[in-house]
């Protein structure tokens, strides 16, 4: 009886001491939340300015042991992440619509103000873009592309951002305000081949809350994924946004879990109009299926796919299956080997 009693101490200590790290951890470093999900990352925490994004990347961060750790619990499923810890306790403690009150007032704004690279990639599209670019932003999610985006193109520039799923549409229209970026234009509506509706699915964290990342448009072989939130949306073609407008489409960013075929479909006219540079997240093998024909459609309109693997562009190999792909046409590269050469391996 008494070392079961000594057991349940123990347990409970941990669990106390465990909340109290992930605790601390969260007001320290606020952004810890969702660091994994959005694939923000520590290198690229601070910039002096766009131009100089490439370099302070590149530059290695000196961190002590305790950072160094908690790097690598941030980046782990474990039930010692701080993400998971207050996860949990926050789905049974707090009602859903303080958690989604707070997260749209307070934490998403937040946590864009302390940062412009929204991922890697990033650092290329700052050298593809200049002042007075007009850019689309597809899949939006709560606005680190679109805030990052908005930085490059300049006043004189213009965003156009597309996200879908009603609450994260609420969270990014909240942001948008609160950031003053007066020269974004929402879109409620998921990006497909044709004009019509559809429905999205909401899959679950590991700890019960709703991942609105990962939101998907439904599929055959989501017929059993009962007690799974669902939207009925409304759904667009580039070609059909863009038909009437006059403005040049520098550059598109596209993440669309496992609907990029139906964009580039819908988008011929608007690609083969412009010539935009893109980048492309493709959810499956690059070699095979679905994405196979993303990149013979692409390849037929004169594009070629590369990748940035955090230090050197590089043209795409059979083989890899990275998700995000940069789509160029010989006018980009040109204007990455003017702006850019230590960047490049081509």
């Not at 207050?86 to 009602?95: E, S, T, Y």
């Not at 997260?103 to 937040?110: A, D, H, Q, T, V």
């Not at 667009?236 to 009437?244: K, P």
Request: charge should be positive; include cysteine; hydrophobic fraction near 40%.
């Amino acid at each position: 009886m008494a070392a079961g009693c000594r057991g349940i101490r123990l347990r409970r200590v941990a669990a106390v001491l465990r909340f109290r790290f992930a605790f601390a951890t969260i007001v320290r470093n606020p952004e810890s939340l969702v660091l994994w999900d959005s694939g923000i990352t520590r290198k690229n925490r601070s910039l002096a300015s766009v131009r100089e994004m490439s370099e302070t990347l590149t530059k290695s961060r000196r961190k002590t042991l305790v950072t160094t750790v908690v790097d690598r619990l941030l980046t782990t499923e474990s039930d010692w992440n701080p993400k998971v810890a207050v996860g949990r306790i926050a789905v049974r403690v707090v009602p859903a619509k303080w958690l989604f009150a707070f997260k749209k007032r307070y934490y998403y704004p937040r946590l864009l103000r302390r940062h412009l690279l929204p991922e890697p990639d990033a650092v290329i599209i700052a050298h593809l873009l200049s002042p007075g670019d007009h850019v689309i932003d597809i899949g939006a999610s709560i606005g680190q592309y679109t805030k990052f985006l908005s930085g490059c193109v300049g006043p004189n520039g213009f965003v156009y951002s597309f996200e879908p799923l009603p609450p994260t549409f609420e969270i990014l229209s909240s942001c948008v305000r609160k950031l003053n970026l007066t020269k974004v234009e929402l879109f409620n509506c998921a990006i497909s081949d044709v004009d019509g509706s559809t429905v999205m699915l909401i899959p679950l964290y590991r700890w019960g809350t709703e991942c609105h990342y990962d939101a998907r448009i439904a599929g055959e072989n989501d017929k059993d994924q009962e007690g799974l939130r669902r939207f009925t949306v409304a759904k667009r073609a580039i070609d059909s946004v863009f038909r009437e407008r006059e403005e040049r489409i520098s550059f598109i960013k596209c993440d669309v879990n496992y609907h990029e075929l139906s964009f580039v479909r819908g988008s011929v006219e608007t690609t083969r109009r412009f010539k935009p540079a893109m980048l492309v997240e493709v959810g499956t093998n690059p070699d095979a299926s679905v994405a196979e024909k993303v990149l013979a459609i692409l390849r037929e309109q004169g594009y070629e796919a590369y990748k940035f693997d955090g230090a050197k562009l590089r043209r795409r190999t059979l083989g890899r299956r990275d998700q995000n792909w940069f789509f160029l046409q010989p006018n980009h590269l040109a204007l990455l080997h003017e702006r850019c050469p230590q960047l490049l391996a081509i």
